[in-house]
């Protein structure tokens, strides 16, 4: 790997190629596109495609099964996708989605405030999302953005910072007790598969609409989110809305563990638990059973 060139981003933004660690860069570029770098990460290669997709279409088979008890007993499913840049929400919402009715599930993906929303109530804006009767929602990144990314950014103030994890989890248990069906992923990244991944949309016009401007400024600010995301979950992994971790250095291992978590923790009619599958504990689990004390 050339070392010297800058990151591009569809934007117009150049970051040097040094702001990477030179260790991991040297990692990078001894890699094969099916080696994981980190060291942490419990596998050492990537899951096969073929097992991954015969897996996959098995547990899509029992989301529609999901999805039809959802509707038919009008119950209300919130899904929160959050994790570093890069971590791989957007991919895992994709195959979750992938074969279920539109008229039943539904992406929000927002866009920064406008001047309006500014002025509202913080989860004001959100709450016009949330799911009706017989709804799925996926929010790709969600109000935890003024958890994570705009203090780190500096898009928010101290004291707006402190008072959203005051409030947070008041507002999630209003959701619960309200019969919502909350599930909160927090995908978790390394730093070597972070930077491979910044590198490869660098490089491919057809995903270079996905590095921004925030996700290069973010290369060098690994150590500030790491704080604040310590912080957001000391908050907000509450008894009634607890955090569920997913180590996404392996794409389909992520995804395919982010769908037998939800499907065994609704109980809807016919479920296969044989064709579900057995959670792989060392992907996904509660924060203290993943980062196992790592500076996470």
């Not at 996708?81 to 890069?86: K, P």
């Not at 971590?87 to 039943?104: D, S, V, Y």
Request: glycine fraction near 4%; aromatic fraction near 10%.
């Amino acid at each position: 790997m050339r070392t010297k060139d800058p990151l591009p981003s569809d934007a117009g933004v150049l970051v040097p190629v040094t702001t990477v660690p030179k260790a991991i860069r040297k990692r990078l570029a001894k890699a094969t596109k099916q080696d994981i770098l980190a060291d942490s990460y419990p596998y050492r290669t990537k899951m096969p495609r073929k097992e991954y997709e015969r897996l996959k279409q098995d547990l899509q088979v029992e989301l529609l099964k999901m999805q039809r008890w959802v509707k038919e007993t009008g119950q209300r499913i919130l899904m929160i996708f959050e994790g570093r840049d890069a971590a791989g929400k957007g991919g895992t919402i994709k195959r979750l989605m992938e074969h279920l009715n539109p008229r039943g599930a539904r992406l929000v993906a927002l866009e920064k405030p406008t001047e309006t929303e500014r002025g509202q109530w913080y989860f004001q804006r959100y709450v016009a999302h949330l799911p009706t009767r017989g709804e799925i929602v996926f929010l790709d990144r969600s109000w935890y953005n003024r958890a994570v990314v705009e203090p780190v950014m500096g898009f928010c103030t101290d004291s707006e910072h402190h008072s959203f994890l005051r409030e947070v989890p008041l507002v999630e248990s209003m959701l619960v007790e309200n019969d919502f069906h909350l599930f909160k992923f927090w995908f978790s990244v390394s730093r070597e598969e972070q930077i491979r991944r910044f590198l490869s949309r660098a490089n491919d016009r057809l995903k270079q609409w996905k590095l921004s401007p925030v996700d290069l400024e973010s290369l060098g600010r690994w150590d500030d989110y790491t704080q604040v995301k310590k912080a957001m979950f000391m908050a907000t992994d509450t008894k009634t809305a607890p955090w569920t971790v997913i180590r996404s250095d392996d794409k389909k291992r992520a995804r395919l563990n982010c769908m037998r978590h939800i499907l065994l923790n609704l109980s809807y009619p016919n479920r296969d638990t044989e064709a579900i599958g057995t959670l792989d504990t060392r992907i996904v689990g509660p924060k203290e059973q993943i980062y196992e004390g790592d500076d996470w």
